[in-house]
């Protein structure tokens, strides 16, 4: 089986040919500030991405013959977890969709290069806004405010397959909590198979992270918010893009952090370690969630690399189960993944509506 897995991130559209669970091109099409400046919104680089697509496996002698095209999901309504079929629905719900984000152009792209390939099938998997949280987990203190769920799905879910994997076990066979350490941090309570609490990590609760505030105390938002000195576009780019060690430090850059940190500048140590104490606040919390009961925790995501990070999140959380560290993400692997469930008939698409 021949996959194409497209992942269209802020600034690059990640690419890959898959024969089977092989990779046969993985790239990496970066896109630079002056080239996305010239399109006033997310929607407006249909085309550009699309061809740049195209050109990519033209240059690599790669022709347009695939049994499936899958893509990270768009962030449209909360769903469960699993594979979906992109449909007209789908396209309708990007089109009114509350967040925007480069994703949402990915289930397009796919679904517009399958139609032009005989038996092709077009498909999303674990989209960030998969919802599967208890009813109670969804209320807040205020009945018009609800919690929702905005997580890395995709990658949590992968991992959580892969620890099993390596244990002999199935993914739902465990009690897990998963932690996810990248520009967003999500951490998530995965009760045998089905993730029960998370944070929605893309806008406003949780630990703070590199790019994003995290909770923050309300009152001094809300008084933040009328005091006339912002916009509503500039707070809502405090609480994603530019809050978190951004705001901080003025860098996203884990690695320059780390360095600075490590050189002896106190005050880059005090700011990870404030994070590092907040993620660990987080994964205590879905402990709570479990009732204790906790097989492992397992971290993953870029900043897993950090040996810092990784031993000093394990010092404040290693009584609750053992801990594993998967660094980096899979989400390419993932998603060439759940098309290979479909097309070998393990799994069936979950109807999109």
């Known amino acids: 089986m021949r996959i194409l897995v497209i992942n269209p991130g802020s600034t690059s559209t990640k690419t890959a040919v898959f024969d089977d669970e092989k990779a046969v091109m993985v790239k990496n099409i970066h896109h630079s500030p002056e080239e996305l400046k010239q399109f006033p919104n997310i929607p407006d680089q249909f085309d550009f991405r699309k061809q740049n697509i195209l050109k990519e496996l033209e240059a690599m002698n790669i022709p347009i013959k695939f049994d499936a095209i899958i893509s990270r999901g768009p962030l449209t309504k909360p769903m469960k977890g699993g594979v979906y079929e992109v449909n007209d629905v789908m396209e309708d719900d990007i089109r009114k969709s509350l967040h925007h984000h480069a994703t949402d152009l990915g289930c397009v792209i796919a679904r517009q290069i399958a139609a032009t390939i005989p038996g092709c099938r077009s498909f999303i998997a674990d989209p960030a806004v998969v919802d599967e949280l208890n009813d109670y987990a969804r ?3 205020l009945p018009q405010l609800k919690r929702i769920s905005i997580w890395h799905a995709l990658n949590q879910r992968a991992i959580a397959r892969r620890f099993a994997r390596e244990h002999g076990k ?3 066979d ?5 932690c996810h350490l990248g520009g967003g941090i999500s951490v998530a309570a995965h009760d045998h198979g089905r993730a029960v609490d998370t944070n929605n990590c893309l806008d406003g609760e949780g630990p703070f992270s590199p790019e994003r505030a995290g909770s923050l105390p309300a009152g001094d938002l809300v008084r933040m918010c009328f005091s006339g000195k912002y916009t509503q576009e500039q707070v809502l780019k405090m609480l994603a ?3 978190g060690l951004t705001a901080h430090l003025n860098t996203n850059n884990f690695l320059e952090i780390e360095t600075k940190m490590h050189e002896g500048d106190e005050h880059f140590k005090l700011i990870v370690d404030a994070m590092v104490y907040h993620v660990a606040k987080a994964i205590a919390a879905e402990g709570a969630v479990l009732c204790g009961k906790v097989d492992a925790v397992i971290f993953t995501g870029g900043m897993a690399r950090s040996k810092y990070l990784i031993d000093e999140l394990t010092k404040r959380v290693g009584y609750l189960a053992p801990t594993f560290n ?4 899979d989400e390419m692997e993932a998603l060439a993944e759940n098309a290979l469930m479909v097309l070998r008939g393990e799994v069936e698409p979950e109807p999109y509506v």
């Open 139 to 141: 209320i807040s203190g």
């Open 170 to 172: 199935k993914y739902e």
């Open 174 to 178: 465990y009690n897990l909590i998963i």
């Open 241 to 243: 893009g530019k809050g």
């Open 326 to 329: 998967y660094p980096g993400e």
